[in-house]
């Protein structure tokens, strides 16, 4: 199974794609997620995407295309994958199709998480994310058992670099002009479908898990 997950920065991408992950037994690509760790590492490359990130600016294509090709070569993406975060514009979403038909493959499903733009800010200044393994928690909606701590590898729980208000503000405009028109380009493949993001997550994925099928 093919997957994307559409839809506005804290949207609620990444908790679904997790969770997805895990019920179908495919793996979690997330280009954000592989950015931070690049950043963590102190490698070139998250040296060059942290100039961006920050900002709430996109990363150039062409930094993420490879990236994500690579990703793609490793064997564990045989029977498929959930990505997060990827194809943003579309330049990237023709560097995956052109990719997809070298291997004879398709998109399933490109899955829009659905939230108006009022929630996102709230939901962004109350995320944290746990250092040592991504996870990601909510401190109203999704709390941790230990305030700052996370539940899975007991690592700090941190706010994100670009989890500001003034840098979400600066992404949602990104979103609607760089990565909403992919809406369309999946709408017309016949691929895109629609869940409501507002709702409590384990409604939003007995929603997705309807689509793909038990
Ligand atoms: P990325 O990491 O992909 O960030 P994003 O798209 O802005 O999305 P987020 O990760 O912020 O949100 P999400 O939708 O995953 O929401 P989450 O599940 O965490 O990218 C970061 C940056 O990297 C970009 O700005 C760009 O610079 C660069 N980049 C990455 N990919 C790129 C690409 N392809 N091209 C170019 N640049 C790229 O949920 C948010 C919060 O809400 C959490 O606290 C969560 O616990 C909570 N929550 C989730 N669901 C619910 C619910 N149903 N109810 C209540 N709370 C909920
Ligand atoms: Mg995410």
């Known amino acids: 199974m093919k997957l994307i997950m559409l839809g506005a920065p804290g949207a609620g991408k990444g908790t679904q794609a997790k969770k997805i992950a895990e019920k179908y037994n495919i793996p979690h690509i997330s280009t954000g997620d592989i950015f931070r760790a690049n950043i963590k590492n102190g490698t070139e490359l998250g040296q060059k995407a942290k100039t961006y990130m920050d900002q709430g600016l996109l990363v150039p294509d062409e930094l993420v295309v490879d990236l994500v090709m690579d990703r793609f070569a490793q064997p ?3 029977n498929g994958y959930v990505l997060d975060g990827f194809p943003r514009t579309i330049p990237q979403a023709e560097a995956l199709d052109a990719a997809l ?4 493959a398709k998109i399933d499903y490109a899955i829009n998480v ?4 009022e929630n996102i800010i709230n939901r962004m200044s109350g995320r944290r994310a746990c250092v040592g393994c991504g996870a990601t928690y ?3 909606h999704i709390p941790p058992k230990t305030e700052g701590v996370c539940d899975k590898c007991q690592k700090e729980l941190i706010l994100r670099d670009d989890d500001k208000p003034e840098t979400v ?6 979103y609607h002009e760089q990565t909403q028109p992919l809406m369309d380009y999946y709408m017309e493949k016949g691929v895109l479908v629609e869940v409501d993001g507002t709702v409590a997550m384990e409604e939003v994925f007995d929603a997705i898990v309807e689509i793909l099928g038990a």
């Open 101 to 104: 038909e070298k291997a004879g």
């Open 138 to 140: 909510h401190i109203v």
């Open 169 to 174: 503000k600066k992404r949602l405009d990104v």
């Open 76 to 78: 564990d993406c045989e």
């Open 114 to 117: 659905e939230v108006p733009d």
